[in-house]
């Protein structure tokens, strides 16, 4: 089971950090990804990082601006988002995906899914 948090309302230029807290002894063996999707849009790939945290993965529209981390002793994925663009607005969902060789930007090789969190982002 995964819990996604720290969504919010935001101005443009500013920061958050979500969270996803997951549930079970396996948490390391899971490849961690973060998605979005905007109202009207279908739900894209934003970054993803390795069970054991030492590659990780990012989408270019993000890259440079949004960072993931992981803490397997805490059980949690972190994505922070910096210099946040009205065009970040959209709902926030944590993934694990279990088969390492998958593609980890496809959302349909992912196994569990959170229930999202909606970050939107004020001009």
């Known amino acids: 089971q995964l819990q996604a948090s720290g969504g919010g309302l935001v101005q443009a230029g500013g920061s958050l950090r979500l969270s996803c807290a997951a549930s079970g002894r396996t948490f390391s063996s899971y490849t961690m990804g973060w998605f979005r999707q905007a109202p009207g849009k279908e739900r894209e790939f934003v970054a993803a990082m390795s069970g054991s945290g030492g590659s990780t993965y990012y989408a270019g529209s993000v890259k440079g601006r949004f960072t993931i981390s992981r803490d397997n002793a805490k059980n949690t994925v972190y994505l922070q988002i910096n210099s946040l663009e009205p065009e970040d607005t959209a709902v926030y969902y944590c993934?694990?995906?279990?088969?390492?060789?998958?593609?980890?930007?496809?959302?349909?090789?992912?196994?569990?899914w959170g229930q999202g969190t909606l970050v939107t982002v004020s001009s």
């Open positions: 993934a694990a995906k279990y088969y390492s060789g998958t593609s980890y930007s496809r959302s349909r090789n992912y196994d569990y």
